[in-house]
């Protein structure tokens, strides 16, 4: 699944337009690599989301489907760091 769109599923961002700009700004990596929008992730994947003043690392446990509900989107994932900025 792509980036920007696995964000917006996992309710990361509030759409997938949101993720895209992410990703063209340089604030989205996966595994460590700076990633375009559309970079596949799976599980297993880690995501690290620099937002304004906030730094978010997470781990795919699952992929993320076509439906996913707001009561099982953070089950898909696990917060490896969380850190707030300025």
């Known amino acids: 699944m792509r980036v920007d ?37 799976g599980a297993g994947d880690r995501i690290t989301l620099d937002y304004a003043h906030r730094s978010l690392e997470i781990e795919l446990l699952a992929d993320v489907g076509k439906n996913v509900s707001r009561a099982s989107a953070k089950a898909l994932y696990r917060v490896l760091s969380d850190v707030v900025t300025g």
């Open 5 to 41: 769109l696995a964000l917006k599923r996992l309710l990361l961002v509030k759409s997938r337009t949101e993720g895209k700009e992410a990703c063209d700004v340089g604030a989205v990596a996966v595994n460590g690599k700076r990633v375009k929008a559309s970079a596949e992730v």
